[in-house]
């Protein structure tokens, strides 16, 4: 089971890009969704939090630039990311916990992750 993400790719700084986070057809219940990231050398941290009723949370680094929503009949989360900045360039990588059909425990899945390049 894998969320499948989209929408990364190369920007200029103070530019935009959307991303977009699909969970599997056969999902039944999705909990809090989440965007990280990871540069080269560094660690993965939370960039984007979005509980199930649309409360959301932001790391100090994007509150004001980016936006996380989603769509439950879509089984879908997005990332806009506005005023982007170099510092922002990373591999990006959503995460929950769903169920599928079939199943009664949550289990806790990550996308490909998507790369996001922005130049100065």
């Known amino acids: 089971v894998q969320l499948v993400e989209s929408g990364g790719g190369l920007v200029q700084a103070g530019g935009s890009l959307r991303l977009s986070c699909a969970a599997p057809?056969?999902?039944?219940?999705?909990?809090?969704m989440g965007w990280f990231r990871q540069a080269p050398g560094g660690q993965r941290e939370l960039v984007a939090g979005?509980?199930?009723?649309?409360?959301?949370i932001y790391a100090d680094s994007v509150e004001g630039r980016f936006a996380i929503s989603r769509d439950n009949a879509k089984k879908t989360v997005y990332l806009q990311m506005d005023k982007l900045k170099p510092e922002d360039s990373a591999v990006y990588y959503c995460?929950?916990?769903?169920?599928?059909?079939?199943?009664?425990?949550?289990?806790?899945?990550w996308g490909q992750g998507t790369l996001v390049t922005v130049s100065s």
């Open positions: 995460k929950t916990d769903l169920i599928v059909v079939g199943s009664t425990t949550y289990l806790e899945v």
């Open positions: 057809e056969n999902t039944v219940s999705i909990n809090d």
């Open positions: 979005i509980s199930h009723n649309g409360g959301a």
